[in-house]
């Protein structure tokens, strides 16, 4: 009797344990369904996120515009390849009657300014009947005055800030500092040149005189691109060149500027086209997200690190 008792235990305690099983696999698959239907609703709100973003209908006559705000950068939302986007999508578009970057910068990569005055000549080559104006709110500066010079027009606001027609590396020196605290610096490099612009080394007289032969290449590129772009336009004087900033009434009075005007201004009297279609690259939902979780911190200490010894000209 007690190993029947026995063994009836362990067929219940086997039977049980198997319906705890059954019950604990079911959960399991449960979550995984959910999990599984999550991430393609996650996959699908990202999609169609990023379609109303940048799906932008344009089918009759209206301004597409582009805005360029903020430091022309590399990783920022005014890089190259954003405005780029913007302003192919903007040719493209079939009920486009005129093209407006709006512009709010006060400059920043030259490399990038670069990139996007090349586009800006070539779409205006390949779409003659569409006409490229560049507005100007509170800025264009530097490198953001680079840019709007490739434009048929440019349009300001008499206390627009327009110009700084110049080139600036920026860099410091804490040597006396470290002199002071007891400091040793030590940077070992193959390269006599390697430590260039090392803000913790003396500047040698070489260094600085490469510099400033580097900058003036830049800034003879500058000039030229802002000579092309606006031609017998400029009312040259010795220093608009020099780097120094005008509003904008003084902006027109040189030939930097064509007229006073805004976005709605443009679109309403110059293209007759006035409804405005934004057609400015927005960032998705997963950089938004990016961004929150400190991918931007981290990209802008790294940033902050690599500016310590060396910084790249700057159009601004």
Same mark, same amino acid.
């Given at each position: 009797?007690?190993?029947?008792? /026995?063994?009836?235990?362990?067929?219940?305690?086997? $039977?049980?344990?198997?319906?705890?099983?059954? +019950?604990?696999?079911?959960?399991?698959?449960? =979550?995984?369904?959910?999990?599984? #239907?999550?991430?393609?609703? =996650?996959?699908?709100? #990202?999609?169609?996120?990023?379609?109303?973003?940048?799906?932008?209908?344009?089918?009759? $006559?209206?301004?597409?515009?582009?805005?360029?705000?903020?430091?022309?950068?590399?990783?920022?939302? @005014?890089?190259?390849?954003? %405005?780029?986007?913007?302003?192919?999508?903007?040719?493209?578009?079939?009920?486009?009657?005129?093209?407006?970057?709006?512009?709010?910068?006060?400059?920043?990569?030259?490399?990038?300014?670069?990139?996007?005055?090349?586009?800006?000549?070539?779409? +205006?080559?390949?779409?003659?009947?569409?006409?490229?104006?560049?507005?100007?709110?509170?800025?264009?500066?530097?490198?953001?005055?680079?840019?709007?010079?490739?434009?048929?027009? %440019?349009?300001?606001?008499?206390?627009?800030?327009?110009?700084?027609?110049?080139?600036?590396?920026?860099?410091?020196?804490?040597?006396?500092?470290?002199?002071?605290?007891?400091?040793?610096?030590?940077?070992?490099? @193959?390269?006599?040149?390697?430590?260039?612009?090392?803000?913790?080394?003396? #500047?040698?007289?070489?260094?600085?005189?490469?510099?400033?032969?580097?900058?003036?290449? %830049?800034?003879?590129?500058?000039?030229?691109?802002?000579?092309?772009?606006?031609?017998?336009?400029?009312? &040259?004087?010795? &220093?608009?060149?020099?780097?120094?900033? /005008?509003?904008?009434?003084?902006?027109?009075?040189?030939?930097?500027?064509?007229?006073?005007?805004?976005?709605?201004?443009?679109?309403?009297?110059?293209?007759?086209?006035?409804?405005?279609?934004?057609?400015?690259?927005?960032?998705?939902?997963?950089?938004? %997200?990016?961004?929150?979780?400190?991918?931007?911190?981290?990209?802008?200490?790294?940033? @902050?690190? +690599?500016?310590?010894?060396?910084?790249?000209?700057?159009?601004?």
């Amino acid at each position: 009797m007690a190993e029947e008792g /026995w063994e009836r235990r362990a067929l219940e305690a086997l $039977a049980n344990d198997i319906v705890v099983e059954r +019950r604990r696999a079911r959960r399991w698959s449960i =979550f995984f369904r959910f999990l599984t #239907l999550g991430v393609v609703a =996650f996959g699908l709100f #990202l999609m169609l996120g990023n379609f109303a973003a940048r799906g932008h209908p344009c089918t009759d $006559a209206c301004t597409a515009v582009v805005a360029l705000d903020g430091e022309i950068d590399h990783d920022g939302q @005014a890089s190259a390849d954003n %405005i780029i986007e913007g302003l192919k999508a903007a040719f493209e578009s079939p009920g486009t009657r005129g093209v407006v970057l709006r512009i709010n910068s006060p400059g920043g990569s030259p490399v990038q300014a670069g990139r996007i005055y090349g586009e800006m000549q070539r779409l +205006r080559a390949k779409h003659p009947k569409i006409p490229l104006h560049a507005v100007v709110e509170e800025m264009a500066a530097s490198g953001a005055y680079y840019v709007a010079a490739a434009a048929d027009r %440019i349009y300001v606001d008499p206390a627009s800030l327009v110009g700084s027609i110049g080139v600036i590396i920026d860099s410091f020196g804490v040597v006396d500092a470290m002199e002071k605290i007891g400091v040793e610096r030590r940077a070992i490099t @193959a390269g006599e040149n390697k430590a260039f612009l090392d803000p913790f080394s003396p #500047l040698p007289d070489r260094q600085r005189a490469y510099a400033g032969e580097m900058i003036e290449d %830049i800034h003879r590129q500058f000039i030229a691109a802002v000579k092309g772009g606006r031609g017998d336009r400029l009312k &040259e004087t010795p &220093e608009m060149f020099s780097g120094r900033v /005008w509003n904008g009434q003084r902006a027109v009075e040189l030939g930097l500027a064509d007229a006073y005007g805004s976005v709605e201004s443009v679109a309403r009297d110059v293209f007759q086209a006035e409804e405005i279609v934004d057609f400015t690259p927005e960032e998705d939902l997963a950089t938004r %997200i990016a961004r929150r979780l400190g991918t931007e911190a981290g990209r802008f200490t790294l940033k @902050a690190l +690599r500016s310590a010894s060396f910084s790249a000209p700057m159009l601004r």
